[in-house]
């Protein structure tokens, strides 16, 4: 018999897909199996158990076009031995950034060779480190946003800090191909803090050593 709290059945409901792939695939991390995908789109996801001879399989469909997905059948019983070495097909560097998304953001400095290390402790599962670096850049990139759309965000930065700053000058400069070049920020205090200062001026650059460079 299943139990009733068994986090995979049917009618259970879940606010996306990716919360039913991470759900989906810590099951099998936890039971010693691996499952392959028969299909995932925008509507419909369905998984069974990689072994040939088992019956486990969990179908999901999207309810009425929206992004929650709810279990409309399950087989939760298994048939096979289930799976005896270190690494699992199911830890992707996806469900590794799910698992860090919480730690990294309290601990910014979490690094790659940490993340092998607490996954192994936690799963049981041993993964490489370079997909332990991948899983800190998805999970970062979930947290931060894309350098994209940072600089996309830069003209109404500025006009909030003028506007915060009375005095304040910002002067944002674009490329001819409307791409961000530099940016000149005098805030109004320091420009009035000149007025005491003896007459030394000093100018200075930052170098960007993000993705753009710079």
């Known amino acids: 018999m299943v139990e009733p709290e068994h986090p995979l059945n049917i ?10 792939k991470y759900t989906c695939a810590t099951f099998a991390i936890q039971n010693a199996f691996e499952f392959k995908t028969i299909r995932a789109s925008t509507g419909r996801y369905e998984v069974l158990c990689k072994s040939v001879d088992c019956q486990w399989r969990v179908y999901a469909r999207s309810v009425k076009g929206s992004s929650l997905f709810r279990i409309r059948s399950a087989n939760l019983v298994h048939d096979c031995f289930g799976m005896h070495h270190l690494s699992h097909q199911n830890m992707t560097s996806s469900f590794v950034a799910e698992t860090i998304h919480e730690k990294l953001i309290g601990q910014p400095e979490y690094r790659p060779a940490d993340i092998v290390k607490d996954i192994q402790t936690q799963f049981g599962v041993k993964i490489n480190y370079f997909k332990a670096w991948r899983a800190k850049e998805d999970a970062l990139l979930q947290i931060n946003g894309t350098h994209e759309s940072a600089y996309s965000l830069l003209p109404k930065y500025c006009s909030d800090l003028e506007q915060a700053n009375p005095g304040s000058i910002m002067s944002l400069e674009r490329t001819e191909e409307n791409k961000f070049k530099r940016i000149f920020v005098s805030f109004g205090a320091s420009g009035q803090g000149f007025a005491h200062c003896r ?16």
């Not at 009618?11 to 039913?20: A, E, M, Y």
């Not at 000093?202 to 170098?207: A, M, N, R, S, V």
């Open 11 to 20: 009618g259970n409901t879940f606010n996306s897909l990716s919360k039913l």
């Open 199 to 214: 007459p030394l001026l000093g100018l200075d650059g930052t170098h960007l050593n993000s993705k753009y460079k710079g």
